[in-house]
């Protein structure tokens, strides 16, 4: 498989993987909630050496939202790309900053005890754009 690129929003912070070595997960819990703004974050693990910063690295910051768990961001548009506990193998990636389509889809939900009680599954009305397009 060819190389996966990167990027935050602005496009200062860019990486490069191998692939994702792990299973795509869509994790609800709450520290991905509130870092991502989102409902729940898209992520896969990335063994170390699959991984390299290839541009940005002055502008990342990080934040350690539980003990020893590091979440890198960059500091200029706020794109959260992947998270870390130092003594793991592997990086967690925020899938949804890929450039590149990694041709996986999906595995699991996890966390969903920390769930936010308004997000359904059902089958919702879809749009191209902006609704009513
Ligand atoms: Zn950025
Ligand atoms: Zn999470």
């Known amino acids: 498989m060819p190389a996966l ?3 935050c929003l602005c496009n200062t912070v860019r990486y490069q993987i191998d692939g994702l070595d792990m299973p795509i997960s869509h994790c609800h819990c709450h520290t991905c909630r509130k870092a991502h703004a989102a ?4 992520t896969a693990g990335v063994l170390r050496e699959h991984f390299r910063w290839l541009a940005g690295q002055e502008a990342l910051g990080t934040f350690e ?3 020893g768990k590091l979440r890198y961001f960059c500091t200029r548009c706020g794109s959260h790309l ?4 130092p003594a793991q193998p592997h990086v967690i990636l925020r899938v949804a900053t890929l450039d590149d389509d990694p041709q996986l889809t999906p595995a699991a939900h996890i966390w969903t005890e920390h769930a936010v009680p308004w997000l359904s599954d059902e089958a919702l009305p879809r749009w191209r754009q902006w609704q009513g397009d």
């Open 65 to 67: 939202s539980s003990p």
């Open 5 to 7: 690129n990167g990027s």
């Open 82 to 85: 992947m998270a870390e506990r």
């Open 39 to 42: 409902a729940f974050a898209t």
